[in-house]
């Protein structure tokens, strides 16, 4: 089969892998039928993720058709088509038990802090993702949902994280009716983030970032107003922020930006040796910025163990942080209502459709903030 394959870092091409095939009586085998490009693939692309290795595939938002099923699956057959959360998980864990699967004990076991994910480095496992023309899906009866007949593959695609992600960051926030919430980052992720906000009771809704047409996305998509911290300046973002919320702050913030963010004095005189420890930027501006006894939420991704952080300030101030790598499955069944509704519609930030063998231009697009690209979908020709 063709598999976009991992070389080097910002390098990555379009290879001949072996189909793969059923190793385990719960696998079942997916001819994928749209697999995107997640803020996360970043981390790796950039080599960031420990433990990437050469000729690995990524990708971990995808749906397909059910190709091959193993014995012991009773859910799905040949021929259903199915959306696929990133965490692997195994069901049954004293974690899959209480819905937290993305800390399951039993699919990354090696790995004490994180459970098994598709296509996201031998840190979380190993397994190969859905970027390629098939893919091999583990504990089938207990990820993948079956979706509605009259529903198109893109219409749920992104059940697969960062719907769920997004709308779980608004959840964390616990926010109280007519509540003021800061979402950093106009990627994906944040515009869904602050779209679920209003879902949540939000009076406000502002957006950080510093791409102009991201910032416009989130004005017309997320309904947010927003802040560009290139025109703001760096070290005045927190005020600005303050000023415009009585003096206080946001009484909620939410970090979707993770590892890779811009913005930090330090990481402009240590360059690349910061991003390797951890550029908290836009948490070091959550802490300072949001109300005192305020909520700070964490879901961009944060790997190197040294990131710098104001835990001082937080504990001072009283503030309330929460963090997850979203344990997706346990919001597929609500948030497919919330689609089937029209309160959101997650396709509607897709900017790019693109071959499978255009893998390599679309990571490069997406990283450098292209051609207006915001989300990259890649269809492998056999489901174009
Ligand atoms: N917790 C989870 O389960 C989960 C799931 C999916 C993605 N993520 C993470 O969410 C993060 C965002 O994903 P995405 O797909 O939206 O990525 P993305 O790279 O498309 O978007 C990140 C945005 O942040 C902006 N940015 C950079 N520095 C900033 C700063 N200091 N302040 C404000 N904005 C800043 C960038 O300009 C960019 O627009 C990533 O770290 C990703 O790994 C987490
Ligand atoms: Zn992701
Ligand atoms: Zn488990």
Request: aromatic share 6%; glycine share 10%; proline share 5%.
């Amino acid at each position: 089969m063709k598999a976009l394959t991992y070389r080097a870092p910002s390098r990555m091409k379009v290879m001949n892998k072996p189909d793969p095939r059923i190793e385990h009586p719960n696998d079942i085998v997916l001819r994928v039928t749209r697999a995107a490009i997640c803020g996360s693939d970043l981390h790796l692309y950039h080599g960031l993720v420990p433990d990437t290795r050469v000729g690995t595939t990524f990708g971990h938002e995808f749906t397909g058709v059910v190709e091959e099923v193993g014995p012991s699956v009773t859910s799905l057959a040949k021929g259903d088509r199915v959306v696929v959360p990133f965490n692997i998980a195994c069901g049954t864990c004293f974690y899959c038990a209480r819905g937290l699967t993305s800390v399951c004990e039993n699919t990354n076991p090696s790995n004490e802090i994180v459970g098994g994910a598709f296509g996201f480095s031998h840190m979380t496992g190993g397994y190969d993702g859905g970027q390629a023309e098939y893919v091999r899906v583990p504990f089938a009866d207990v990820g993948p949902m079956k979706i509605p007949d009259d529903m198109h593959d893109e219409d749920v695609l992104f059940l697969s994280d960062i719907l769920p992600t997004g709308y779980q960051a608004a959840e964390m926030g616990d926010i109280k009716e007519g509540e003021t919430v800061c979402v950093f980052g106009a990627g994906p992720v944040g515009l869904i983030a602050a779209k679920c906000a209003w879902l949540m009771g939000a009076g406000r809704v502002i957006v950080v970032d510093k791409v102009d047409y991201r910032l416009e996305v989130a004005r017309r998509w997320s309904n947010a107003e927003t802040v560009d911290y290139k025109r703001e300046g760096n070290a005045h973002v927190v005020d600005r922020l303050r000023r415009m919320t009585d003096g206080r702050g946001p009484d909620v913030c939410i970090d979707a930006v993770g590892c890779e963010a811009s913005g930090s004095i330090l990481q402009k005189a240590l360059g690349t040796l910061m991003l390797q420890a951890g550029a908290a930027t836009s948490i070091d501006w959550s802490i300072n910025a949001v109300r005192k006894a305020g909520t700070v939420v964490l879901i961009g991704v944060y790997g190197p163990p040294f990131n710098i952080v104001p835990i001082g300030t937080a504990m001072n101030k009283g503030l309330t942080i929460r963090t997850a790598q979203c344990s997706v499955k346990r919001y597929m069944p609500h948030l497919l209502e919330h689609i089937r509704a029209g309160r959101i519609d997650p396709k509607g930030i897709i900017s790019h459709r693109l071959r499978l063998e255009d893998g390599p231009d679309a990571y490069r697009m997406f990283a450098r903030k292209e051609d207006e690209c915001v989300k990259c979908v890649l269809i492998p020709n056999h489901a174009a």
